[in-house]
């Protein structure tokens, strides 16, 4: 049973608009999320986090949001650029626990 | 910072052998974590190791195993290996206390013949 969903398993973005990423987990333990974009045949690269008693984490162009009576995140990624294409993973652990349980996956393609 | 490096980067072994791959964390960290990438399972966590010590572990059967030098430098031994094996192996460090971030390594990427 997948703890952590990512349900869109492609998203097509035109250059400049807005990208949302959605993920839902369904252990309500987990406190920390995080988000990693990735190329084929490398390793996953950190993007930004939220711990659970947050709502709302903003880096740059990059926004994630975190609605627990949902038990669901969403990354927000303005203004896309083609250079954001690839393939991004939601993530989710307990404490200090070093066992990331990860989605499926999200790829997203920016349009020029 | 130098960051997380791991060797060989590729490998190729044919069913039945046995395979060692390296890991080696972040300065300071005293976390790592291994996972197996395939393109029908996804990423999954395999085990970590903290000071030496294996501290969480996932469900995958005894073949895989790991271990954790003073230095913080992890290896992991696959054996008798299976077709299905093929897989990215990632490992990621973090200091080992509270919520943190993991970083990750480019992986190794191991196709069995």
């Known amino acids: 049973d997948q703890q952590v969903k990512q349900n869109s398993p492609s998203l097509s973005v035109q250059e400049g608009r807005i990208s949302i990423l959605n993920c839902d987990y369904t252990?309500?333990?987990?406190?920390?999320f995080l988000w990693y974009k990735k190329y084929p045949a490398e390793g996953p690269t950190f993007l930004i986090s939220?711990?659970?008693?947050?709502d709302k984490n903003e880096d740059g162009r990059f926004t994630v949001f975190l609605n627990k009576s949902a038990k669901h995140l969403s990354l927000h990624i303005v203004p896309s650029q083609p250079g954001d294409s690839a393939v991004y993973f939601c993530a989710a652990s307990v404490g200090s626990q070093g066992n990331l349980i990860f989605g499926k996956g999200t790829k997203l393609s920016v349009k020029p | 910072k130098a960051g997380v490096t791991q060797t060989p980067r590729y490998l190729i072994k044919t069913r039945g052998q046995q395979v060692t791959l390296s890991c080696s964390p972040i300065s300071g960290h005293r976390s790592v974590s291994w996972y197996q990438q395939t393109p029908g399972q996804g990423l999954q966590f395999l085990f970590e190791?903290?000071?030496?010590?294996?501290?969480n572990k996932g469900n995958f059967p005894g073949r895989f195993s790991g271990r954790q030098f003073s230095n913080s430098r992890s290896e992991m031994n696959v054996s008798t290996l299976e077709l299905g094996d093929s897989a990215l192996y990632l490992c990621?460090?973090?200091?080992?206390?509270?919520?943190?971030?993991?970083?990750f390594g480019p992986g190794t990427r191991l196709l069995v013949l």
């Open positions: 990621a460090s973090t200091s080992g206390q509270g919520q943190e971030t993991q970083y």
């Open positions: 252990n309500s333990m987990f406190d920390y």
């Open positions: 939220i711990s659970s008693i947050k």
């Open positions: 190791y903290f000071s030496e010590t294996q501290r």
